[in-house]
């Protein structure tokens, strides 16, 4: 089974709203990315797959085809079969291993399961967004917390490699509730989990109630520091986060749509970034008679996230410890990705 260590190049077939029942509150595709609900043509299918097969995929090996951007699960047993059946037509050991996609909790039930056991569908995404039934039911979800947990027991008996995608900031969501919903997550051990912040987009029923005075945008340094409890919590169990934070600053539509809410570019950066101030914190609160220089050692590809932007983690050290010089080393040593942090004075 493929797993997210190993980085799949992703070939994304995006099926804006496609098979959605109705529309979550947050949620507004047609703006975001300037398409109508759709479920692209075999010709766009193979036009798309070509295009990203001339991209140089030698370390990021296997390929996997993935439908996302609506409910792939909610569509007719037909379109889902024609799709697969393109998408299979792909897939060989020299080029494509694979097949993903991601769909509400509620479309996975046993029937919908048994249409996937002819293809390569090796991954499977929930929106989960919150484990709170008030929070779910606010947000026009449509399912129910109970959903997501049958969901994640059925495609765990099937064999799946299982991601779940949470939010914070939801309408009626708070720190603890969100909190709440990762330690659930997390408790159901998924493969690998991704975290969103909620974002304000025009044209939504969120956006009506931000417009009221109904609905304020998480801020984004609360937001961040959330988030960054919520990572900590995976981490500790050993669950990957393999995205935090919405992509879509360099599309204009995207940033048309972008009414309000915390967005940052590099909103993983950012909490990554936090994420390592505190633990080399503590480290450093250990120490007795802790010296004026100290040496950090961090694995090069993580550097500028223990730095923090602008070299800020440098400074709030400094200043918290008392300590005047700080060398940090790039040590290949340390683990990348989730770094030990050493202190050497």
């Avoid at 951007?69 to 897939?91: H, M, S």
């Amino acid at each position: 089974m493929t797993t997210v260590e190993t980085k799949p190049l992703v070939i994304p077939i995006f099926l804006p709203n496609a098979g959605c029942p109705h529309q979550c509150v947050f949620c507004n595709q047609r703006d975001i990315t300037g398409r109508k609900a759709s479920v692209c043509s075999n010709t766009s299918f193979n036009r798309i797959v070509d295009r990203f097969l001339q991209l140089s995929t030698r370390n990021r090996h296997p390929v996997q085809i993935s439908f996302y951007g609506g409910n792939f699960l909610g569509l007719e047993k037909a379109e889902v079969q024609r799709l697969l059946d393109e998408a299979e037509g792909r897939v060989s050991p020299g080029h494509i291993q694979g097949i993903r996609f991601s769909t509400r909790p509620d479309t996975i039930t046993e029937k919908r399961l048994s249409w996937l056991k002819p293809y390569s569908v090796t991954t499977i995404e929930l929106g989960v967004q919150s484990l709170n039934d008030r929070v779910l039911a606010k947000a026009g979800r449509g399912h129910t917390a109970d959903d997501v947990v049958r969901a994640v027991s059925l495609l765990k008996t099937n064999g799946y490699e299982i991601g779940l995608q949470m939010m914070v900031g939801l309408p009626g969501d708070n720190d603890k509730s969100a909190m709440a919903t990762a330690v659930k997550i997390a408790d159901m051990a998924p493969d690998f989990v991704r975290i969103y912040p909620t974002l304000v987009f025009r044209n939504s029923v969120l956006a009506d109630w931000y417009m009221a005075g109904d609905y304020e945008p998480m801020p984004l340094d609360r937001c961040v520091s959330l988030v960054k409890k919520a990572y900590a919590e995976f981490r500790k169990r050993g669950i990957p986060v393999v995205r935090m934070g919405l992509q879509g600053s360099e599309e204009p539509e995207f940033a048309d749509a972008l009414l309000a809410g915390p967005f940052h570019p590099a909103f993983g950066h950012l909490v990554l970034s936090e994420d390592l101030l505190d633990r080399v914190s503590a480290e450093l609160a250990a120490i007795k008679g802790l010296p004026e220089a100290i040496t950090l050692r961090v694995h090069p590809s993580w550097e500028s996230r223990l730095r923090g932007q602008g070299n800020d983690n440098m400074r709030i050290l400094k200043e918290r410890f008392g300590i005047r010089q700080i060398r940090v080393l790039r040590d290949p040593a340390c683990r990348k990705g989730n770094p030990v942090v050493q202190i050497a004075g």
